[in-house]
């Protein structure tokens, strides 16, 4: 199998996709986070291969070294949260977070 | 099959059953294992692109940073009476239905541009060559002095640096992103600061 660019933009689209199901079925608060991983790693196959394959050049791997760096960002806030709602409801459910609920 | 096609295909599987098993596995340390694997043949993907910096900040940053974090906060959080948190099977149809259909409209939408034609037109407009050789900068994937003249202010890749050429270059967010970051982390490190747990 060739690299070419439509192969690529499908790797991204798997990984994309698979981001998204994991955020929308996942329990686990932890689980969720692991899918916004993998949506912004899908985003990042997509950025390098339009780097290299059309007129955009270094801006796509610029682009996603800024991805990469803001990723890192969200997760220790994201992590901060789902810790702190550990330790006030000892469960890492989503379900379970319905104080708020009408 | 030379060795570029059989790398591109091992590490391409790799990737795609891993996030796919990320999908599937019931225990949240599986996933982190399998997202393991499909990060780091992403980053093995992105050394086969000619992307070396993107690739080595992948290993580094996510890999070696962000998904040990997550399984900090796996070992955190599993202490206390362990429910197996499943989802419904009914919920699991509905949701492996939803996935197809939109990886079949992103695959049908990027299918459906023609990328050589738009290529093109682009450089036409922009008065470059527009042959597929010269997207390729080059470099062999050495990309770290242009990155890195960017992110200072300057574009060697178009010409003109030391001609006193502006062009625009990533001084301002590389800016705004150290900042972005040094905020974030000590937010974070507040948030999660060790408090007297509220028996719930």
Partial sequence: MEPTL???????????VCGVICMATKR???????????????????????SRYTTLGIDGQIYSLFVIVLAAAEAAVALAI?????????????DRANKLKG | MSGESLFFTL?????????IAVVVSQSVVRMAFWLIISLGSTAA???????????AAQLLIYVGGTLVLLVFAVMLTSSGPYLKIDTSPGETVLA????LLFLFMVIAAQTGVDWDGTNERIAAANGQDASAAVFDSGSGGNTLRTIGMSLLGLRPDLGGASAGELHTAYLLP?????IHLLVVLVGAAYLARAKRRRDA
């Fill in chain 2, 96 to 99: 492996a239905m939803v996935g």
């Fill in chain 2, 11 to 19: 590490f391409t599987i790799a990737a795609c059953m891993g996030a």
């Fill in chain 1, 82 to 94: 789902a810790l702190n709602f550990y330790n006030n409801h000892l469960t890492i459910d989503v």
């Fill in chain 1, 6 to 16: 439509s192969r690529y933009l499908m790797i991204g689209a798997v990984l994309f």
């Fill in chain 1, 28 to 50: 686990n608060a932890i689980g969720v986070l692991m899918g916004v991983e993998l949506v912004l790693n899908g985003a990042n196959v997509n950025l390098v291969a339009f």
């Fill in chain 2, 174 to 178: 590389f800016e705004i992103v150290s």
């Fill in chain 2, 45 to 55: 993907l992105f050394f086969l692109i000619d992307a070396d910096f993107v690739g």
